[in-house]
């Protein structure tokens, strides 16, 4: 299926290819918002964009791939699954105008990694205290399932933000199986060294990758996902939600108030 975006005017192909060659974060990001690599994935995003949800008639959405959020220097990254459809895929940024991330960004200021409690929109002024959200998958799913071929082939941008992140980067904190499981591989091919067997997922789950390079290692930190099916259930409360970037405060060295 030959799919030609009609949202991108200059799309980039093959992840694999552009991603090495991004000399720091905000060159990444522009080019994560330009590929086109998955024809399903580029379909359905546009498809969203174009029909809408009512109750956003009246907005444009985004309709791109959605680039990481939050400073270049962070300590803390957290790893998602994919944009929601009428999310991320109609905001432009990681976790906003959802639901889901009604939760995430409450409990990130909570904690003071965030600015403001509320994430509706790029311009709403929130802002991100030493985290960065980024996800395996950069555009929103039909049935928020990307197949295993998207999820490697968008694999390359996870790896070169991680790279470039290395510097500072100290813990990531996975939001869900699906992230775990998509995770572990591009941290092998970053610096890090997985364990065999691998870490297993679940909720304060935690283990320590040592470094290739000599350098610091990092920790990963399992959270549930913020979907609505977990914290309207109660698999996953608020409570629960702070006391994982309190952790993840504290591995980074950082003071937990």
């Known amino acids: ?12 192909g093959d992840p694999a290819d552009a991603a090495p060659g991004a ?7 522009e080019l994560v918002t330009r590929c086109a690599a998955c024809p399903r994935l580029v379909e359905w ?8 949800r009512a109750a956003f008639r009246d907005q444009e959405y985004w309709g791109r791939p959605i680039p990481g ?12 699954l994919a944009p929601a459809a009428h999310g ?40 991100l205290r030493n985290i960065r959200i980024t996800a395996p998958v950069r555009c929103a799913p039909p049935a928020n399932k990307p197949t295993p071929a998207e999820r490697d082939t968008c694999r390359p ?30 941290l092998a091919d970053a610096v890090w060294q997985v364990p065999r067997p691998r870490p297993k997922f679940g909720h304060l789950a935690h283990a320590e990758l040592p ?12 959270c549930y996902h913020v979907s609505q099916q977990n914290t309207f259930t109660g698999k996953l409360t608020p ?19």
């Open 23 to 29: 000399g720091d974060l905000t060159e990444l990001d």
């Open 45 to 52: 995003r546009e498809e969203v964009a174009r029909v809408k």
């Open 69 to 80: 959020f939050g400073p270049p220097d962070a300590e803390i990254a957290i790893v998602g």
């Open 239 to 257: 409570k629960m939600l702070r006391e994982v970037f309190q952790q993840a405060k504290q591995l980074a060295g950082r003071r937990t108030s």
């Open 157 to 186: 941008w996870l790896v070169r933000e991680l790279d470039l992140m290395r510097p500072t980067l100290r813990v990531v904190v996975v939001l869900g199986g699906f992230g775990w499981q998509a995770l572990l591989p591009v």
């Open 211 to 222: 470094a290739t390079d000599g350098g610091t290692p990092l920790h990963l930190l399992g």
């Open 88 to 127: 991320a895929n109609r905001t432009g940024r990681m976790f906003t105008g959802d639901r889901s991330g009604d939760v995430l960004f409450r409990a990130l200021h909570e904690v003071g990694l965030a600015s403001q409690p509320e994430a509706v929109s790029p311009h709403d002024g929130l802002t």
């Open 1 to 12: 299926m030959d799919t030609t975006p009609e949202l991108i005017t200059d799309p980039v």
